[in-house]
């Protein structure tokens, strides 16, 4: 039986409700290359299900779909998915609603809830997306557990959470920004002040800090035009980000592996060819760890699974 939440919890998870009532996010925002990579992967389970299992439709869960962009664009393009979304944000949610509505969509379905608040319908899903959310939530770690328990036993499970090592200048910039703004209390002003500091300190330094290189013209005008992304990157009341064997960690106490670690170079080629062969000669685990180290990410997006995985 899932414990009730403590009050420090439960307080940070209503100020995070509304921080996103304020802020429905992704709202228009286009999707990204991590956003392309979610279709394909979720493409090839369609088809390695087919293969496993015969023709039968897959079950989604899409945790904290927001706006539920995600969930209608897999709706969309998979009519042998049938989607629920989720969010605890029931002004998301109405956004949501009216995407899949006004796209003629029956094959998804959204619901509000709290993903801390008690177990999920035990080994439902047969794909389970939760991206960019739990970092967000008052206790990763409890979250993480009700999504595995909803988990088919064969299910998996796609996670997007933000990176330590590749975040840190940014947890830097949004320290100096919330000094900055610590007398401010109008929410439209704190994002005007937020969208110019990330485009006019220095050359636009934050925003270089925060993508690993100086952006470009489609970044910018993300930044410029999409006031729920600024809030969301530099106002946010709670986010914390992890290490990849922190990460694993988490994963592991609640039954999880990583089966795959997508959207980075796990190769080790940037190393020069002797430094290369050494990491590569690491047991499994001082493999990682080294990888995580040298590529620094500023989010790792994983597929997990239940046995079977990396490292093993
Ligand atoms: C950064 S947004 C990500 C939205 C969407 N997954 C995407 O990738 O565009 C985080 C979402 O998590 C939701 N969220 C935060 N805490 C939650 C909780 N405890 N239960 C359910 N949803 C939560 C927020 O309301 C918000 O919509």
Known sequence: MTRKLDE???EMTRAVASFYERHPF??????????LLLMRRVASMIADARHEAGPRRLRLLDAGCGTGNTSVA???????????GM????????????????AGLENVAFAQGDLLAGP??????????????VHHTANMERALGHLAQAL??????????????????HQLNRRLLALLLK??????????????????????????????????????EQVVLNDAWIADQFLHTNERAVDLPEFLGMIKAVGLVMHEWLGEDT??????????????RLPEQERLCALDLLLKPRRYFVEARRKGGWPS
């Open 87 to 102: 969010d605890i944000c029931g002004r998301s949610l109405d956004l949501a609603r009216a995407a899949a509505q006004d």
């Open 74 to 84: 897999l709706a969309r393009t998979f009519p042998a998915l049938d989607v629920q």
């Open 183 to 220: 007398d401010e209390t109008d929410p439209t002003r704190q994002v005007e002040l937020a969208r110019e500091f990330a485009l006019d300190t220095g050359d636009g330094e934050p925003l270089s800090d925060l993508y690993g290189f100086v952006p470009g013209r489609h970044e910018r």
């Open 267 to 280: 190769s080790g080629t940037r190393l020069p060819p002797a430094l290369a062969a050494r990491l590569d």
């Open 152 to 169: 088919a036993p064969d299910g998996r499970m796609m996670l997007w959470v933000y990176g330590r090592h590749g975040r840190y200048h």
């Open 26 to 35: 992704p709202g228009e925002r286009q999707p990204d290359a991590d956003g």
């Open 120 to 133: 999920l319908p035990a080994g439902r899903w047969d794909i389970i997306v939760c991206l960019g959310v």
């Open 8 to 10: 420090p919890d439960a």
